[in-house]
T-cell receptor, first 112, second 113 residues
Framework: QKEVEQNSGPLSVPEGAIASLNCTYSDRGSQSFFWYRQYSGKSPELIMSIYSNGDKEDGRFTAQLNKASQYVSLLIRDSQPSDSATYLCAVNIGMGAQKLVFGQGTRLTINP | ETGVTQTPRHLVMGMTNKKSLKCEQHLGHNAMYWYKQSAKKPLELMFVYNFKEQTENNSVPSRFSPECPNSSHLFLHLHTLQPEDSALYLC????????????FGSGTRLTVV
């Protein structure tokens, strides 16, 4: 069973601080990794993708990948109340069509 | 219309009913997916279609029957469902040659009574 593990939270962070979300995965052959944000009652929205070891920055978001440790993380700098949502880590285990396996998500609350 | 459109947004059905969920993507993607999202559980992959051919059936009960007439449309036919099938059903699409992840539709909230 190829799994993706996340701490379900809730994770509470004060406004303006850095929120750190973590994810581990079991399939060593995975090559692409994604972070989705899901607001309550809405569908998941892709916010970051990462394919190589190291850091990838996009605005206030930084994704970090360590394939040796099978670990993916998402940092949100200068957290805003609008960042309050559930963050889903997804790992592509497909060989032909993409096949994403999702973690259960971490619920993040940014406190004003 | 842009993106991935799902209809209906909400559906209440009895256990003896037959209904269908519809998904349409306007992104020119070649792959489409059905996922089930239940409370406090990870998204569960149900079916994968690549160039309208089914490439994955993730041990889904036969009371769920997918149909993909072309690369832009995907249906999920439902019959004799159980109350535990109540969930958010999400359709997604992707362009595999680019490996850029999925685009999700807004989902259908299904309640089986």
């Amino acid at each position: 069973q190829k799994e993706v593990e996340q701490n379900s939270g809730p994770l509470s962070v004060p406004e303006g601080a850095i929120a750190s979300l973590n994810c581990t995965y079991s399939d060593r052959g995975s090559q692409s990794f994604f972070w989705y944000r899901q607001y309550s009652g809405k569908s998941p929205e892709l916010i970051m993708s990462i394919y190589s070891n190291g850091d990838k920055e996009d605005g206030r978001f930084t994704a970090q990948l360590n394939k040796a440790s099978q670990y993916v993380s998402l940092l949100i700098r200068d957290s805003q109340p609008s960042d309050s949502a559930t963050y889903l880590c997804a790992v592509n285990i497909g060989m032909g069509a993409q096949k994403l396996v999702f973690g259960q998500g971490t619920r993040l609350t940014i406190n004003p | 219309e842009t993106g991935v459109t799902q209809t209906p947004r909400h559906l209440v059905m009895g256990m003896t009913n037959k209904k269908s969920l519809k998904c349409e993507q306007h992104l020119g993607h070649n792959a489409m997916y059905w996922y089930k999202q239940s409370a406090k559980k990870p998204l569960e992959l149900m079916f994968v279609y690549n160039f309208k051919e089914q490439t994955e059936n993730n041990s889904v009960p036969s009371r769920f029957s997918p149909e993909c007439p072309n690369s832009s449309h995907l249906f999920l036919h439902l019959h004799t469902l159980q109350p535990e099938d109540s969930a958010l059903y999400l359709c997604a699409s992707s362009q595999d040659s680019r490996g850029l992840g999925y685009t999700f539709g807004s989902g259908t909230r299904l309640t089986v009574v």
